[in-house]
């Protein structure tokens, strides 16, 4: 009767199992797929439309109402920038260590908008600002505390985007079949619809929230972006049910640390002769390889000792491992997809540099320029960057479309060109962009000194504000090919488990190069002179940022040939990958085994007691 209990509980167990199964089954087909794309896209939109609203005139609020002067404000949005693109590494730490990436985007948003209230109400309420300044001759700047108050404000934005900025585009893919021969079977690439979304977003703060905030006043022109953000949550929120959600693995930095650490441990220790002798485990890494176990590589051979299995190691094949002591192939391969990325992510940084100050000095110049479109409507400097945004959307479009598809006849890519090659072709074009902002410049100040304006900085410049179209075209090109390259390169070639962390890493860029731009123009500030500063603080008219947009191309000339030699040593990531036709394979083969097992029980508890 025991032994008839015991079965009885047995395919008990079974059926539930089984029921379980088919339930997780159920739901993981109700789960990801393109119908999750318009809640995220939503949520996207809004907190694009949010962010650009509220930063993409931010060089206005400080100077036209916090009485900042040019340099001082200039440096604090490169460093409010550069903190937002610091606080993703947090961000991705938290995700793929314990919370997910669901609910780091959900609280860090709810962050980020706590900023933009404290920042709104900053706006509206008088004394947390200093008195009107309209000749801006003579000013009083703002107190430290009302300056504390908007550090504050731009801390806590901070903050928020570095939780959302690591997982958007990982929990974006979380929903598709993201490996090689997955994205090669889409028609559509991911990254760009991204862009593309950011860009139709941007387009409309930019037109309609800038608008507001030169005509209307910063209460509603800051409220506005901050009700978009608490759109984008409650977007974010409602597609709960059709997520598929991705379990934390554990803290990446964790498993790359015992790489290292096995590795210092085992220095001494001979490498085998045959790299198959190196410790593999797939039942170890299965949640940390779904797309693939990535294969082992020559390169950084000192990192494979984490890998050698000593006779202490194998004395208990049934043991667990020691991580500390012992590492599979698969995550020595993690390290070294990271090694060998860093240099090319790094090339971004200086590119980043070159162009961390352009916008703001870009919407000084357009403030004295002649912006009428009509009689009676002139369009706000800030609007400018319109159309590199327009560029960028319409760009991505004729890339998919058009570009990838002729590429496609020459290169036999699926993506037309590789990462690599496009982002050599977008810093090529910035180069081009920032040649053309310095001759842009040189004509703009020439026209003040015709109608002896230079010593004016309020007046108006009888030159038209297009003649900056030209540079924000050819930005936006530029973006098509760096920024969506930059970030594809990122995904695509870090491990799968580190993908928040790659993205991360992508802020980082811009985190490092927003502090050397803070630094490079206060050097230029402080060490050109005082009567011919370069980026004198009230008076563009008189400086020379025709001068510092030459040494800005300089420094992309450089990073152009660093980057070149980084990317032709370059090694793609190894990645072992089975086929769909094997995956069912081994499937039915599971299955089978599962149902001969059952029968066997069944038979065995009949032959010792009989019948059941």
Not at 119 to 143: D, G, W, Y
Not at 453 to 474: G, N
Request: aromatic share 10%; net charge neutral; charged share 20%.
């Amino acid at each position: 009767m025991e032994i008839e209990k015991n079965v009885t509980k047995g395919n008990g167990e079974s059926v539930a199992e089984e029921e379980r199964n088919k339930n997780m089954k159920r739901k993981q087909c109700r789960q990801g797929g393109i119908r999750t794309l318009p809640f995220i896209l939503a949520n996207e939109v809004c907190d694009r439309f949010a962010v650009a609203g509220f930063s993409g005139n931010l060089i206005s609020y400080l100077t036209q109402v916090m009485n900042m002067p040019l340099v001082a404000a200039s440096n604090t949005l490169t460093n409010f920038a550069g903190t937002s693109s610091f606080t993703p590494l947090l961000g991705a730490i938290i995700a793929e260590s314990f919370a997910g990436r669901f609910w780091t985007i959900t609280i860090a948003s709810l962050i980020y908008e706590l900023g933009m209230i404290s920042m709104t109400l900053s706006a509206i309420l008088p004394h947390f600002r200093p008195p009107p300044c309209p000749k801006q001759v003579n000013c009083q700047e703002a107190t430290s505390s009302q300056l504390w108050i908007l550090y504050m404000s731009l801390l806590l934005t901070s903050l928020g985007s570095g939780g959302i900025r690591p997982c958007v585009v990982p929990f974006s893919g979380d929903q598709f079949d993201m490996s090689k021969k997955g994205v090669e079977s889409r028609k559509w690439n991911l990254f760009n619809w991204y862009f593309f979304s950011m860009g139709f977003a941007s387009l409309s703060a930019l037109t309609v929230v800038v608008y507001i905030q030169d005509n209307m006043g910063w209460g509603w022109g800051l409220g506005i972006p901050t009700i978009a953000m608490m759109i984008s949550i409650v977007a974010f929120v409602v597609g709960f049910p059709l997520y598929k959600h991705v379990k934390p693995e554990g803290s990446p930095l964790i498993r790359l640390a015992q790489v290292v650490v096995a590795a210092i441990k085992k220095r001494k220790q001979p490498l085998p002769s045959d790299a198959k002798l190196l410790y593999q485990n797939k039942e170890l890494d299965a949640s940390i390889s779904t797309e693939g176990t990535l294969l082992h590589s020559d390169q950084f051979k000192w990192l494979d000792k984490a890998a050698i299995v000593t006779e202490e190691d194998s004395r208990d094949p049934n043991a667990e491992p020691k991580l500390w002591k012992l590492a599979t192939v698969h995550r020595v391969e993690e390290l070294k997809s990271i090694i060998r990325m860093l240099p090319i992510w790094a090339s971004g940084i200086l590119q980043v540099t070159a162009s961390s100050h352009l916008h703001s000095f870009v919407i000084q110049q357009a403030r004295s320029m002649d912006r009428h479109l009509s009689p009676s409507f002139q369009i706000s400097p800030a609007s400018m960057s319109i159309f590199s945004v327009l560029t960028m959307m319409v760009g991505v479009i004729l890339y998919e479309r058009l570009f990838v598809p002729f590429a496609r006849r020459f290169t036999k890519n699926p993506a037309g060109i590789t990462c690599l090659q496009r982002m050599g072709v977008g810093f090529v074009i910035n180069i081009v962009a920032t040649i053309i902002a310095a001759f842009v410049e040189i004509k703009r100040k020439s026209a003040a000194a015709k109608h002896h304006l230079l010593d004016d900085p309020k007046a108006t410049i009888p030159i038209s504000v297009f003649w900056l179209v030209p540079q924000y075209v050819i930005h936006g090109v530029a973006e098509i090919f760096s920024s969506v390259g930059h970030l594809e390169f990122l995904y695509d070639q870090s491990p799968e488990s580190m993908r928040s962390s790659a993205t991360a890493l992508y802020s980082i860029t811009s985190a490092i190069g927003n502090y050397i731009g803070t630094l490079l123009v206060s050097l230029v500030h402080a060490y050109t002179g005082k009567e011919r500063n370069w980026l004198p603080d009230r008076n563009l008219n008189r400086g020379r940022l025709e001068n510092y947009y030459f040494l800005v191309c300089g420094i992309q000339v450089v990073n152009l040939i660093y980057y070149s030699i980084c990317a032709w040593f370059y090694t793609y990531k190894p990645v072992e990958q089975e086929s769909t036709s094997e995956m069912n394979k081994e499937y039915h083969d599971l299955e089978r085994a599962k149902e001969n097992v059952s029968s066997v029980v069944v038979t065995d508890g009949r032959d010792e007691n009989g019948d059941l």
